[in-house]
C-alpha cells in the first residue's frame, strides 16, 4: 500500500470491495445452480427442502415438469445478470490498475528526466525503457492485479466453505483435505524459485532489447565485418534462455491445474468409498456428491487461479523493489514551463579551477581547468580524443556539475536553480545531432508546438545553415517528415540541421562540438561564412567551437589546447 500514492489509495480500497463483490457475484453463481441440481438429482427428495416447497405452492406450479422449467429459466436470468455485473466490476477493477500504470510510468520517466545527462549517460538505454514500461506493468499487472484476483478467490473459497458447512460439515473437512497440501507444496516450494524465475526473466528480456537495439543501430558496421551469423546466433542464445524461462513458469502454472484436478478426482473417490464403508444411503450420498460436484465446480478453478496467481505474484515482486528504490526520497516533479526566461549574461564566462571526474575515485577528465571566456568572443578548443573537450562543454551547459571549482556567469556562481534559465542563453551543435521523427520545421524549432513557430526566423535559419536548396527539394518542403532518426537524411544535412535549430534559437551563446565533422569542404567553408557572417552581424554572440579541423578554428579570436 506505500507504493499506491495518497490519492489513489481510496480506489485500492474500492478495488478490494469489487473484489469481493466479484467473489459473491460468484458466489451466486454457484447458488444458482444448487436448485437445479436438487430437481434433477431427485424430486421427491427436492421437496423435502422447505424453500422449495414453499416456492412450488406460492408460485400455484400443478406440473413438476412446468416447475423445473420454471427454475431453470430463473438460473440462466440470474447468471446473466451476474455475468454483466461481473463483467462491469472486472472492468472498473481494470480500468483503476490501468490508470496506476500510467501513474507509475510517467513518474519513473520524470524521474529519469529530473536526474540529467550524467545519469543517463550511465545507464544502458534499454534498461531505462524496460523500467519505465515493463517494470511498471509487471507491478500493476503482475503483483497488485494478482493480488485482487487472489483477494476474490479466497474470499470466493470462504464463502463455498461456509454453504458446505451448513450443509454438511464432512464436505468442508473433505475439500481441506483435498485442497489443502497442494496449496501448501506451492507456496513452501515454488515460492522463492518463482522469484528468482521473474528477476533472471526480465534481465534476459532487457538483454534481447539491448541485442536488437544495438543490432539495428549498427547494422552497417555488422554487415561489413561479416557478423550477421555472430550476432544472429547471440540473439537466439537469448531468445532460447528466455523461452526456458518462461517455459518453467507454465510448467509451474499447468502442473498446479492438473494436481488440483487430481485431487478433485480423488476426493470424489475417497466420498463414495467411505460412504458406502460407512452405510450411506445411495440418494443421500448421489446429493452430497452433486452438492460437492458443483462446489469443486468453483473450488478447482478457484484454487488453479490462486496458485497461478501466487506464482505470478512472485515472478513480478521484483517489480515493487525497483518502484520502490527508484520512487525513494524522490519529490514530486513539476516540470517548468518554456517561458523564455533567460539568466542575464552581460560580461564574461568563467570557469574557476574546475575538476571532474565521472567515477567516484577514477581519473579526472579535467583537473583544476580554469578559463574566462569574455562575451562576444569566438574561442576554439583543440585536444586529442578523451582530453576532455566534449566534457568541459557539458560542464558549461550545466548538464555535469563538476566535483571541485565553480561556473560564474558575470560573477555570480552558477546555481542548479539557475542552470534552466541559464541554457536559455545557449544553443549546442553536438557530433551526434538529435533527430527526431517530426517534420523539418519541428526539428529545427525543435521544442515549440507547431502552431507556434515563427516562419519567418524559420526561413532565416535554414538559410543561414544552408538547407534552402534542401528544404526546397522535399515532397512537403518544411512539413516533410525527416523519418526515424533523421533516417531520410545524410549525415552533413543532420548536423546542418542541429545548426539551422541553434540559429532558430536565438541563442547568445553557440557550441559547436565537431560540428562539420561529417561535411564536405565547400559546405564546411559555407558553414564557417555562415559564423563568421552570424558574428559580424552580432559582435555580442559568443561562440564556442570544439574541432579537429583547422579550418574550422580560423575564425576564432583565440584557441585553447586542452592537453
Known amino acids: 500500500m506505500a507504493l499506491i500514492p495518497r490519492d489513489r489509495r481510496r480506489g485500492a480500497v474500492g478495488a478490494v470491495c469489487a473484489s469481493v463483490a466479484l467473489a459473491l457475484l460468484d458466489f451466486i453463481g454457484i447458488a444458482a445452480l444448487v436448485p437445479v441440481l436438487l430437481l434433477v438429482l431427485n424430486e421427491e427428495a427436492t421437496f423435502s427442502y422447505p424453500v422449495m416447497r414453499w416456492l412450488y405452492d406460492a408460485a400455484g406450479f400443478t406440473s413438476f415438469g ?84 487472489i483477494v476474490t478467490e479466497v474470499i470466493l473459497l470462504g464463502l463455498v466453505a461456509a454453504a458446505l458447512l451448513w450443509y454438511d460439515p464432512r464436505l468442508v473437512f473433505l475439500a481441506l483435505a483435498v485442497f489443502l497440501p497442494l496449496t501448501v507444496i506451492y507456496a513452501l516450494v515454488f515460492r522463492r524459485r518463482m522469484n528468482e524465475n521473474g528477476r533472471t526473466e526480465n534481465k534476459l528480456f532487457v538483454a534481447q532489447n539491448k541485442t536488437l537495439y544495438e543490432t539495428l543501430r549498427g547494422y552497417s558496421d555488422i554487415e561489413i565485418n561479416n557478423a550477421e551469423g555472430y550476432v544472429s546466433e547471440r540473439f537466439r542464445s537469448g531468445l532460447r534462455n528466455l523461452t526456458d524461462c518462461r517455459r518453467r513458469a507454465m510448467l509451474v502454472r499447468t502442473a498446479a491445474g492438473r494436481m488440483a484436478e487430481f485431487s478433485l478426482i480423488l476426493g470424489v473417490v475417497a466420498m463414495i468409498v467411505v460412504g458406502l464403508a460407512c452405510g450411506t444411503e445411495m440418494n443421500s450420498l448421489k446429493i452430497a456428491l452433486g452438492v460437492f460436484a458443483v462446489a469443486a465446480y468453483k473450488i478447482v478453478p478457484s484454487v488453479n487461479r490462486i496458485v497461478n496467481n501466487w506464482v505470478e505474484y512472485k515472478r513480478n515482486s521484483f517489480a515493487a523493489e525497483k518502484i520502490a528504490e527508484t520512487f525513494a526520497d524522490a519529490p514530486e516533479i513539476r516540470f517548468a514551463q518554456h517561458t523564455g526566461q533567460r539568466l542575464p549574461f552581460e560580461r564574461e564566462i568563467e570557469l574557476e579551477n574546475i575538476t571532474f571526474r565521472y567515477e567516484k575515485e577514477g581519473k579526472a577528465v579535467l583537473e583544476n581547468f580554469s578559463l574566462r571566456i569574455r562575451k562576444g568572443e569566438r574561442i576554439g578548443i583543440r585536444g586529442y580524443s578523451g582530453a576532455g573537450k566534449t566534457t568541459l562543454f557539458n560542464i558549461l551547459c550545466g548538464f555535469f556539475p ?56 524559420l526561413q532565416e535559419a535554414i538559410r543561414a545553415a544552408s538547407l534552402t536548396d534542401f528544404a526546397a527539394s522535399l515532397p512537403q518542403g518544411t512539413d516533410t517528415v525527416t523519418g526515424e532518426a533523421g533516417c531520410r537524411l545524410s549525415g552533413g544535412q543532420r548536423q546542418r540541421i542541429g545548426i539551422a535549430r541553434a540559429l532558430y534559437k536565438d541563442a547568445s551563446v553557440l557550441l559547436f562540438d565537431e560540428a562539420t565533422s561529417a561535411l564536405d569542404s565547400k559546405t564546411e567553408r559555407e558553414i564557417v561564412e555562415a559564423i563568421e557572417r552570424l558574428s559580424s552581424d552580432d559582435r555580442q554572440l559568443t561562440i564556442l567551437i570544439i574541432s579537429h579541423r583547422e579550418r574550422m578554428l580560423e575564425c576564432c579570436d583565440r584557441i585553447i589546447d586542452i592537453a
Open 66 to 149: 412446468t416447475f423445473v422449467t420454471a427454475v431453470c429459466l430463473a438460473v440462466l436470468a440470474v447468471i446473466i445478470v451476474k455475468s454483466a455485473l461481473t463483467l462491469a466490476v472486472s472492468n472498473a477493477v481494470h480500468k483503476y490498475l490501468l490508470s496506476l500504470y500510467r501513474y507509475y510510468s510517467t513518474r519513473m520517466f520524470d524521474i529519469y528526466l529530473s536526474k540529467g545527462l550524467l545519469f543517463i549517460r550511465s545507464h544502458h538505454t534499454t534498461q531505462l525503457i524496460n523500467n519505465v514500461n515493463g517494470v511498471c506493468l509487471r507491478f500493476t499487472d503482475g503483483v497488485l492485479g494478482q493480488l485482487f484476483s
Open 402 to 457: 563538476p566535483d571541485s571549482g565553480r561556473v560564474l556567469i558575470d560573477g555570480r556562481p552558477l546555481s542548479p536553480a539557475d542552470v534552466r534559465r541559464w541554457q536559455e542563453n545557449l544553443a549546442c551543435v553536438s557530433q551526434d545531432v538529435f533527430i527526431p521523427d517530426m517534420t523539418l520545421a519541428e526539428n529545427i524549432a525543435f521544442g515549440q508546438p507547431r502552431e507556434a513557430i515563427d516562419a519567418a526566423r
